[in-house]
């Protein structure tokens, strides 16, 4: 089968059918060189082109019954693509890929208006509104409604189950405490008051009613499961519908015109809360004991919480946070103060709310945003030269996630956010949106609160009380009866990839994981091995053993017996186990050494598009024969430049095939293991567009390279038995006056404002870019909401909320107090990535050492009353020279040294797809000593005791060879020995009579019977459990070959080709005081 051709640059407006019915916007066109991050960089950057796409549906001919003569299927035995139950490859138009920078205002046409729908007009839509501003109530609304509701609140966990950590056996996290609740309103209650909630057409379900939880839980009233076995993805099960209007506010919706009610007034948060008091209570000193915020503590269920008032408790937090103004403003000379590395992790800032407020407030591990003050206006962000923006990571796994089953989601009828604990209660039957001051009636089925069986106290359920909270969605958040659990293996077999020894370790691992993929009775999976044809394997129900189809014509590639190559695990599970167990013996005599990768994806997009799923590719070397072949592109001369290296595409063909897998809701997950250069920069694409992940394992052998065995088989356990969501759509709203315009991460955009993920998963984050288009006068807060609509592996469909909120400030020593550093360098990094695929490597490391010289100038010459001499900065910022000095040494923005092109760019693909805490690990690693552990303020987890070591700077002034070090570095860590250790350390931790005896290719330590192997084993493997992916140990001593790995990670020392730290202060000293 030819790949569908997308012309890139080219409006389009057509109504599709299928999944995507919608009416998109028509731009006028753009024109693009492929690319693999075109998105918006950092400030006075070349505008980026935008890439539009697909542009044509993929018209495949009915299919017929055709008799297999042969197993091996030739271009002779060639047969038409079997589509009998494969609906039209649904195309998105007007959309943007993650990334694009849109412009402020542009003008959008809209074509034929689709059934049931408004009509609307051509207007001029500004992008810069935020979802609060331009939305619209769906087809379905699930806002005000008088139908009987059933409540069903479980506090579920969220976290995945033990075995996908790298903890030992019995060493996992605590025991979660289910809590389930379930009543139903009685009949009996006070009358209806107020105005009447709209009666909302009732919607006959397009799929099976959603049961509660993926965990078994008792006392508790559940609907019955339905429909499961008979699932289909025909057309005729099509709901004619799309995503923008069932999670509502999309750009392309009708305006509404918010009730004209208080919008001068002061806008109070939550119900008769009080005005903020001033001051910063929350700001930490340097040096104060790491503390988690009240804000990280998730409660154990819904429960009520008081709401503030006027008293002596509020004006005790103003005057102690008055008190503490003079810290968070005090300027530090960075010249003179060396140690201003905090030893223990750094903390988010807490933002400056009213405590019952911040009680409230999101987990900045899952929401959290560069400032923590808001600045009125865009001037005054402007003035300060920070970027402000939001990094999320909204479906991570969580111990205690309240659920809540109902009829009834109460949302915004204009902006369409759903309920939140910062609307504000007017009374019992009124609510104003929080996003956009709307006031909305609260329906009656609301009213009642199931936790606490009270009625008419709707300000205290567990919508209100939670700011990330989960809802079962009803069926008009359904396109189409929930997916199954597909999963589909794709393995090169090429006589490189045999060589490499990977299908053992991938088949063993899949095959001792197979009960455990998340998923129920309907859970697919099927395989695809290929080198320069392709083979499928029929696993119907009632063979002996699997059957191998080969399919050589790769030019028009087509699904042999497609019914029978995707099967049911649970029926055919003893096919599919003699299928793995034998795989890797089938292709040990194999010559071929071509790799057919582009029409074995092909291949695949074809057999999963019916249903949507996952693939998991894993390939061994530069793709050589059919669509997508690639040629070397690397020269080994020009690995040091910073100029003229190929990261951007040489195809557009797997990033084409990305978006017509996210249009069929399949997500691609491409590991990579190879020791030669196989252009991920091309490669990566398929990953990237699909909201997939990529993996990487330079040079695997699994004799040569052990290490990487172990590697991959944790990551990819990991892999196999981590939560998914499958069919996800992720809409960002914010406050009217803040706009968002540019995406980071790995999806793509569908309709301005709406990112598809056909596949979320709990390891992945994302970021964007925000401005601040009008001004926030008379708004004391500005929330943020984050809504992820998806169906779970057990076939519900569940919406999870994350809502933040944070004070707006007038102030530009306020904006700077506020400022968290780490958030920004992560947004930074990710315009840094982008800046060097649309421009080049130095630009973006220019914009990289701007971003510090212009921040420190505004704070020197606006804020400062006093010149002083020195490097000044304040306290929020100390680390920000530090931190971009770690960042332009990475892998990704390094120049002067051998960086293999590969690896930059599988760095660059980390950096777009990690969340913030793993990516600061691998930005500027943490150094501990450990040859002195004790249990002083150590952490007591179930029966562990893990020892807490302060973190050390990153400089070999700070190594002493009468120590041992370890360093982690995320996905990697070094334990370094002096060569003057102690004997203690080296006998009872190392398990080696004396330094000589420490072999030069160490990287396990042995479990001893000792005090100080127990603390050191603890605490290395807690720093492991604590991420998805598995670092290898490397054990260092003075003669290691590994060696150079470990100094190349102290930041603060010089190297051959970057300043030491005191040298980068220097330099940005002098541009500051010119």
């Known amino acids: 089968m030819n790949s569908s051709h997308m012309s890139d640059g080219q409006g389009y407006s057509s109504l599709v059918p299928g999944i995507y019915s919608q009416q998109m916007a028509t731009k006028n066109p753009l024109h693009t060189s492929p690319g693999l991050y075109n998105c918006g960089g950092s400030q006075n950057a070349s505008p980026f082109s935008n890439y539009q796409g697909p542009g044509q549906t993929l018209n495949r001919p009915p299919a017929g019954s055709i008799p297999l003569a042969t197993t ?3 271009p002779a035995a060639q047969m038409p693509p079997p589509l009998q139950n494969s609906a039209a490859v649904s195309t998105t138009s007007g959309s943007f890929p993650s990334g694009v920078n849109l412009p402020a205002h542009s003008n959008w046409q809209y074509g034929q208006t689709p059934l049931n729908q408004p009509t609307v007009g051509s207007q001029a839509n500004h992008y810069a509104h935020s979802a609060a501003t331009a939305a619209t109530q769906p087809l379905l609304s699930s806002g005000n409604t008088n139908l009987p509701t059933s409540y069903h609140y479980v506090s579920s966990p969220g976290g995945p189950p033990v075995q996908n950590s790298y903890a030992k056996p019995g060493s996992g996290p605590l025991p979660v405490n289910q809590l389930a609740y379930s009543s139903v309103r009685p009949p009996l209650g006070p009358p209806q008051v107020g105005s009447p909630a709209s009666n909302r057409p009732s919607a006959s379900p397009s799929g099976p009613p959603a049961s509660i939880g993926s965990h078994p839980v008792h006392n508790l009233v559940v609907k019955q499961e339905a429909g499961d076995a008979t699932y289909t993805a025909s057309d005729g099960s099509m709901v004619q519908n799309n995503y923008d209007t069932i999670e509502g506010g999309g750009f392309l919706a009708t305006m509404h015109t918010p009730a004209p009610q208080n919008l001068k007034t002061n806008r109070h948060v939550g119900s008769s809360y009080p005005s903020l008091p001033p001051g910063y209570q929350n700001t930490s000193p340097p040096g104060a004991p790491r503390m988690q915020s009240p804000g990280l503590q998730y409660p154990g269920g819904p429960q009520q919480f008081p709401l503030p008032s006027l008293g002596a408790n509020a004006l005790a937090s103003s005057v102690a946070g008055l008190s503490l103004q003079p810290e968070g403003l005090r300027p530090i000379n960075l010249l003179q103060e060396r140690n201003i590395l905090p030893a223990t992790p750094l903390q988010a800032p807490f933002p400056n709310l009213h405590e019952d407020i911040q009680r409230l407030n999101c987990n900045p591990e899952l929401f959290r945003c560069t400032l923590t003050n808001i600045p009125q206006t865009q001037a005054l962000l402007n003035k300060a030269k920070l970027p402000l923006g939001l990094l999320l990571h909204p479906f991570k796994d969580l111990s205690q996630l309240p659920v809540v089953t109902s009829s009834t989601i109460v949302r915004c009828r204009s902006c369409r956010t759903y309920i939140n604990p910062f609307v504000s209660f007017l009374d019992q039957r009124r609510w104003k949106c929080n996003l956009c001051y709307r006031v909305n009636d609260v329906p009656e089925e609301f009213m009642y609160n199931p936790v606490t069986r009270v009625y008419g106290e709707p300000h205290k359920r567990p919508e209100v009380q939670n700011a990330t909270i989960e809802f079962m969605a009803p069926s008009e958040y359904m396109l189409r009866p929930p997916q199954p659990p597909v999963y589909l293996f794709v393995f090169d077999v090429s006589h490189n990839a045999i060589e490499t020894g990977y299908l053992n370790t991938v088949c063993k691992t899949v095959l001792d994981n197979l009960d455990l993929l998340p998923g129920n009775t309907r859970t697919k999976i099927g395989f695809i091995t290929f080198d320069s044809t392709i083979h499928f394997y029929s696993l119907q129900e009632g063979l002996s053993q699997p059957q191998m189809l080969i399919v050589s014509d790769i030019e028009d590639v087509f699904i042999p017996m497609p019914e029978n190559l995707l099967v049911n695990l649970n029926e055919s599970k003893e096919l599919i186990q003699d299928l793995l167990r034998t795989l890797p013996q089938m292709f040990t005599s194999s010559l071929e050494t071509q790799s057919a990768l582009g029409p074995a994806l092909q291949s695949a997009f074809k057999l999963m598009s019916p249903t949507g799923g996952r693939i998991s590719v894993f390939q061994t070397q530069l793709p050589s024969i059919g669509v997508g072949a690639l040629k070397p592109r690397e020269e080994p001369n020009q690995k040091a430049s910073a100029k003229d290296i190929h990261l951007t595409p040489s195809t557009d063909f797997y990033k084409k095939l990305a978006l017509d897998c996210s249009g069929q809701q399949i997500a ?17 694409c398929i990953s990237r567009y699909s909201a997939g992940s990529v993996y990487y394992y330079q040079s695997y052998h699994h004799q040569h390279n052990p290490l990487l065995v172990e590697k991959l088989q944790k990551e990819l356990k990991r892999y196999l038995t981590r939560k998914i969501g499958f069919e996800a759509v992720m809409r960002i709203r914010c406050t009217k006056g803040l706009s968002i315009h540019t995406f980071h991460g790995n999806f793509f955009v569908r309709s301005t404002d709406l990112l598809s993920l056909p596949n979320v998963n709990p390891d992945a984050g994302y970021a964007v870019q925000m ?14 909401q984050s809504a992820l609509l998806y169906t779970s592996s057990k076939g519900e469909r569940r919406i999870r909320v994350h809502t933040l909120c944070l004070p707006v400030v007038t102030q530009l020593s306020e904006v700077y107090l506020g400022a968290d550093v780490q958030a920004i360098i992560g947004l930074l990094a990710n315009m840094a990535v982008d800046r060097s695929v649309s421009a080049s490597m130095s630009d973006a490391r220019d914009a990289l050492l701007n971003a510090v010289i212009d921040s420190l100038s505004a704070y020197r010459s606006s804020v400062l009353n006093i010149q002083q001499p020195g490097l000044m900065a304040p306290i929020s910022l100390r680390l920000f020279p530090l931190y971009v000095l770690a960042l332009l040494k990475q892998k990704a923005f390094q120049t002067g040294t051998n960086t293999r ?3 930059r760019t599988f760095t660059m693909c980390q950096v777009k797809n990690q969340p913030l ?26 029966d ?7 973190i050390l700077q990153l400089s070999v002034e700070k190594i002493n060879r009468d120590g041992s070090y370890l360093m982690d570095a995320g996905s990697v860590m070094f334990l370094w020995v002096g060569k003057n250790c102690g004997q203690n350390f080296i006998s009872h931790v190392l398990g080696v009579p004396n330094y000589a005896s420490i072999p030069h290719n160490m990287t396990h330590l042995p479990e001893l019977d000792t005090a100080e192997s127990s603390r050191v084993l603890a605490f290395i493997s807690w720093l492991r459990e604590q991420r998805p992916f598995f670092p290898i140990l490397y054990i260092i001593r003075d003669e290691s070959p590994w060696k150079p790995m470990f100094l190349q990670n102290m930041i603060e020392d010089r190297t051959e080709s970057a300043l030491s730290y005191y040298e980068f202060l220097l330099h940005i000293q002098q541009q500051v005081n010119k």
């Open 72 to 74: 091996h299927l030739g």
């Open 668 to 684: 691609v997950d491409l590991f990579l293991l190879s020791g030669q250069y196989s252009d991920l920069a091309s490669l990566g």
């Open 771 to 784: 401005s601040v288009e009008e001004s926030l006068t008379d708004m004391q807060v500005v929330c943020f």
């Open 901 to 903: 092109l590969d690896d």
């Open 917 to 942: 805490v793993y990516l600061m690990l691998m930005i500027h690693p943490n150094l501990y000593r450990i040859d002195n552990l004790t249990d002083e303020g150590a952490l007591y987890i179930g």
């Open 944 to 950: 562990r005791t893990i020892p807490q070591p302060p």
